[in-house]
């Protein structure tokens, strides 16, 4: 009776432990070949904000509320340089001061 208990506990925990590793395997596929990815935010309150998200060969620099999204502008990759992403982070808020 011990040895089944013991014996569907370690199947439980193959189960979990095959469930966790399915997952993070899954996670680093999807950043490594991911058509989209968040390149900077920069938050203006609670909840609101201006992101910049690479989409393909474009980055989308978009305003964000609890209610709405905004596309504010768009840059194709050879307009910006992203060597860092501080530049980029210089760059936005220039923009951003400009917007306001």
């Given amino acids: 009776m011990t040895q089944t208990y013991i ?3 370690a199947a439980l925990a193959f189960v979990i432990l095959l469930i966790f590793v399915t ?3 899954l996670k680093k596929r999807q950043n490594k070949f991911g058509l989209m990815s968040l390149v900077s935010y920069h938050p203006f309150g609670h909840k609101k904000g201006v ?3 690479k ?3 474009e980055i989308l620099i978009l305003g964000v509320t609890p209610n709405d ?3 504010l502008k ?3 990759d050879s307009e910006l340089e992203l060597k ?3 530049l980029f982070q210089n ?3 220039r923009f951003v001061k400009i917007r306001q």
């Fill in 7 to 9: 014996q569907m506990a």
């Fill in 23 to 25: 997952g993070f395997l």
């Fill in 51 to 53: 992101a910049a998200l």
């Fill in 55 to 57: 989409i393909g060969s």
């Fill in 69 to 71: 999204m905004r596309l």
């Fill in 74 to 76: 768009v840059f194709k």
């Fill in 84 to 86: 860092e992403k501080e």
């Fill in 91 to 93: 760059k936005l808020e």
